[in-house]
């Protein structure tokens, strides 16, 4: 997770975690949209790949389309492409509508999720066909190839064909193959996914430093979230054709629209409660599975009576040891499961309700002794201001 | 994948049309009554009735049908151990020309293939007959079966037989047990392709049978150089039928396995 | 002992289809050799033999200095042969070439239908393969004769007032070649366009390149394997033809395939026809083997493609 000390932060003021300082045009009323999808559909068949979608992303952000496979994030990205026409509603690129115009004439390039390098053209062929197609000099296209393959370190393998490069050197090139056209928007499909966890990790931060200082919008696919979190400007949620929510990656983690993207990024734990009534600055919420009345912070459109959700990520949770300040919230429970990870410790611990409530606690020390045991009675806590009220 | 485009559907309408629409045609005046194949007589049957009253046709027939069988049973034991040769051993000697020598009678224009048995078979001293258009068939097909057999051996899961082998299966318990039934469906497929080259053989057949073994292309052939009658359309029609059958009902029973 | 029974079934499995090819396609090959150095005589079976297993080595030796190769002088000198071949030849490559032209776009279009009717498309292009041969050239005399159905069509259209002659020339074998050898040539494109990953096209497109270019610069190098595999089915045995000639090219055009046969049958002639049939082996044997190295090193691409 890409976040220090969430715990901390006022939730009326989500603008946290943000990649570049300074650089959030989404919340510059006067900003122009460089991409915009409006009441966008499309079918194939009975199913609905993309319902309604109204989105728009900015010059020199890096989007993320996020959400399980099925979901209609690709399909919205190759409607950019041209790869697929929306059945209604309207994808513009710099105000220019796109109807109508095909793949060949936008000023986007993709980067496939199978990479789609040409097998009969060496790594320099791959490169430069797109520069031979716009009709450049000879000597303008060699310079070219020759600098984004430096770039992406691949000028020594200029020669090879696709089918004597490895996993991460085709991927290399894809990008490079994507990137020399200077395309206005950069779209990636699944970037990374055929890399091994290492080099996608490496090559994370190396695409991010690329999109920073060759300044062309990112547009990318993923079902991985600690991917998207990582490389991320904002991120639009999508499920079932439609967008759940769009933000920032700390604002989609600490302050979810609904249960489903809170359990789709990361883990929590939901307490299902009824809000009783105000408690201070916050409310205050009566739940069985918690076997208490929790206290909230502040949440917007619930009233005494209101059916919601106390949702809770594991690290924000805490085992109270004896003799410790008790936080605002506590609760009994039995230490079911103990998962060391190294960093992370997770403790699955038991409610008397059968709720089985997840707490990670950081390894900050080598071999700390463990201060609690499997089924040893502990109890755990957390500030109200951690919390997440959930009304859908 | 996009849809079709105007002229893909172009290209499939005119391909299939030239394949199709002489066989169709063929089978349409099989039931004219009209000696004259341009003139439509109106609907009959005789000429089905007439074939059946042609004992020389129906011999041929008896003949090409025993060949086919013996021949391609034959030729589908020796193409499936040619096959699982290829596959399974890593190297012997003279296995590049042993697999030049399964590929070469596939595109080796048939007169020559034929020539040349002839004279083996006369400086042999073989009887000419049954037997010896039953050799070079088996000739012919084992080829094709070791084509078929082949490329289903070669994307078959290896492990499956190291796993027999490690049970405790020797290596022919093995073959038989495992391997077997699982390329059964291109062994099969293999039997018919052999049956129906069989069958369908002219050339071959022409060379090296003798007195009594005259097959039904044989018998076909002669007649068609004298020209086109109704009576040949109609055993065409019924050869045609008899194979289109066939290919359906292994096609609709071999389904499921091929749906992997 | 396990050991010594598994080296006995590998001896079996390998020497039993080996022996088979060697006796009944390989050892042929040098009886027809010996056949094609024999002199045509009166006789049963109709020649006499240069060699024979009675003469001693010197014998032999003297007989190999002595050889006139009358036969193959002949083939060479005889107008009537060199025209064969050259016929053979240029309809063999026109059936090549134009096979490309018709089973590319039918190839192109089955790879591009909905992968659900790709498999029925495939048996339809083998169904007519799995009919007989003969009677599908047969079909054809009815369709190409002068008072047959193209040309009944043809005047009842008012296209043409006489009859075309198509019939017994060679427009008709070449119609009959393509149309017998289709589904040799449509299945390996198929395979290889099949094969081909539509994102490459997208990539192509995607890049700068319009639906045609991509298709050109992209599609088309990719499937030359496909091109080459179907060329190399086609080509070979369109070269030594014999149905096809004899029955819609009439008795004026010589193909070699028919040479033979006429030579063989008509004429009695068993060293003739042998020797025709070496030099349409010694003309197929090139091709036969650029085909086997092309297939072994397509098949160990194949093996290593789809290990990685």
């Known amino acids: ?392 | 994948m996009k849809g079709l485009s105007r002229i893909d559907l172009a290209a499939l309408t005119f391909g299939f049309a030239f394949l199709y629409l002489p066989i169709l045609i063929l089978v349409v005046y099989s039931f004219n009554a009209s000696k004259l194949v341009t003139v439509w007589g109106g609907f009959s049957t005789e000429w089905y009735a007439a074939l059946f009253r042609n004992k020389a046709l129906m011999d041929a027939a008896g003949v090409t049908f025993r060949v086919g069988i013996v021949s391609a049973t034959i030729a589908t034991i020796l193409g499936t151990m040619a096959a699982v040769a290829l596959v399974r051993v890593p190297r012997f000697t003279g296995k590049g020309l042993f697999t030049g020598l399964l590929y070469a009678p596939i595109v080796m224009p048939e007169v020559i293939t034929g020539l040349s048995l002839l004279l083996l078979f006369v400086a042999i001293d073989l009887d000419r007959g049954f037997w010896s258009v039953t050799i070079a068939h088996v000739t012919f097909a084992m080829c094709y079966v070791a084509v078929v057999v082949r490329s289903r051996l070669s994307t078959f899961d290896r492990s499956l037989e190291e796993a027999a082998a490690d049970l405790g299966a020797t290596p022919l318990r093995a073959f038989f047990s495992v391997t077997l039934p699982l390329i059964a469906p291109a062994v099969a497929a293999g039997w018919l392709l052999a049956f129906t080259l069989s069958i369908d053989d002219l050339v071959l057949a022409s060379f090296t049978s003798g007195p009594g073994a005259t097959t039904l292309p044989m018998r076909i052939y002669g007649q068609v150089r004298l020209g086109v009658t109704p009576e040949i359309n109609a055993i065409s029609t019924l050869m045609i039928g008899a194979v289109a059958l066939v290919v359906i009902a292994v096609s609709l029973a071999t389904r499921p396995r091929a749906a992997r | 002992m396990i050991g010594r029974d598994a080296g006995r079934g590998r001896f079996l499995l390998i020497g039993l289809p080996w022996l088979w090819l060697g006796v009944f396609f390989l050892l042929p090959f040098l009886v027809v050799l010996r056949m094609a150095l024999s002199d045509s005589a009166q006789a049963r079976p109709p020649y006499r033999p240069v060699f024979d297993l009675s003469d001693g080595l010197s014998a032999t030796l003297d007989k190999i200095a002595a050889l006139d190769l009358e036969n193959f002088r002949l083939l060479w000198e005889e107008p009537l042969y060199l025209d064969a071949f050259l016929t053979s030849f240029r309809l063999a490559a026109a059936t090549t070439v134009l096979l490309i032209l018709i089973g590319y776009p039918l190839a192109h279009a089955m790879a591009r239908a909905p992968a659900r009717l790709r498999p029925i498309l495939v048996a339809l292009v083998i169904l007519p393969f799995w009919t007989s041969f003969l009677i599908r050239v047969y079909a054809w005399i009815g369709i190409l004769k002068p008072e047959g159905l193209l040309n009944m069509m043809l005047r009842q259209t008012g296209l043409i007032s006489e009859p075309l002659e198509i019939l017994n020339t060679e427009a008709a074998i070449l119609i009959g070649l393509v149309y017998a050898y289709l589904p040799f040539m449509v299945l390996p494109l198929y395979a290889a366009l099949e094969r081909l990953d539509a994102t490459l096209i997208e990539a192509a497109t995607d890049l700068g390149a319009p639906r045609w270019k991509a298709f050109w610069l992209v599609t088309v190098p990719l499937s030359l394997p496909g091109v080459l595999a179907g060329s190399f089915l086609v080509f070979i045995p369109a070269l030594g033809e014999f149905v096809i000639p004899d029955l819609l090219g009439g008795s004026d055009t010589l193909m070699m395939g028919r040479s033979l046969w006429v030579e063989f049958f008509n004429n009695r002639d068993w060293p003739l026809a042998s020797a025709v049939a070496v030099v349409l082996l010694v003309i197929v044997m090139g091709p036969i083997m650029a085909h086997h190295a092309f297939e072994t090193r397509r098949a160990e691409a194949e093996r290593r493609g789809g290990r990685s």
Not at chain 1, 118 to 136: C, E, I, R
Not at chain 1, 167 to 186: E, T, Y
Not at chain 1, 374 to 379: A, I
């Open chain 1, 1 to 392: 997770m890409i976040l220090d000390s969430p715990s901390r932060s006022s939730r009326s003021a989500p603008a946290i975690g943000a990649v570049r300082r300074d650089f959030a045009p989404w919340k510059d009323p006067g900003a122009v949209p460089l991409i915009r999808y409006e009441g966008v559909r499309k079918r194939f068949g009975a199913t609905a790949a993309v319902d309604g979608v109204d989105l728009s992303v900015f010059e020199r952000e890096f989007f993320c389309l996020l959400g399980p496979s099925g979901c209609g994030k690709t399909t919205l990205m190759r409607m950019l492409g041209g790869f697929e026409t929306p059945d209604e509603g309207r994808v513009t690129l710099a105000g220019r509508d796109l109807s109508g115009v095909p793949p060949h004439l936008r000023p986007v390039n993709m980067m496939f999720q199978s990479y789609a390098l040409f097998p009969h053209m060496t790594v320099a062929g791959n490169v430069a066909f797109g520069l031979k197609q716009d009709g450049l000099p000879r000597t303008e296209i060699a310079a070219r190839v020759d600098a984004v393959l430096d770039t992406v370190q691949m000028r020594g393998l200029a020669d090879r064909k696709p089918d004597a490069l490895s996993g991460g050197q085709k991927q290399r090139v894809a990008l490079a193959r994507a990137l020399v056209k200077r395309p206005k928007v950069l779209l990636l499909d699944e970037p990374l996914g055929a890399l091994d966890k290492r080099l996608r990790e490496e090559t994370q931060y190396e695409l991010m430093d690329l999109q920073v200082a060759l300044g062309i919008t990112f547009l990318m696919v993923t079902h991985d979230q600690d991917e998207a979190m990582t490389m991320a400007d904002r991120i639009a949620i999508m499920d079932e054709g439609r967008i759940v929510q769009v933000g920032t990656p700390a604002e989609i983690y600490e302050a979810p629209a609904d249960r489903g993207v809170a359990a789709f990024l990361g883990d929590v734990t939901i307490f299902e409660g009824v809000v009783q009534g105000r408690d201070g600055e916050g409310w205050t919420v009566a739940s069985e599975p918690a076997g208490c009345v929790l206290r909230v912070g502040e949440a917007a459109g619930v009233a005494p009576g209101t059916a919601v959700g106390v949702a809770i990520r594991p690290e924000k949770l805490r085992i109270v040891a004896e003799g410790d300040p008790a936080p605002a919230n506590v609760m009994d429970g039995e230490v079911w499961d103990i998962g060391y990870l190294g960093d992370w410790t997770i403790y699955r611990v038991k409610l008397a309700s059968g709720l089985i409530v997840r707490v990670s606690q950081a390894n900050a020390a080598r071999f700390v002794e463990r201060p609690v045991g499997w089924e040893d009675r502990v109890r755990i806590g957390f500030d109200p201001a951690s919390a997440v009220v959930l009304t859908a």
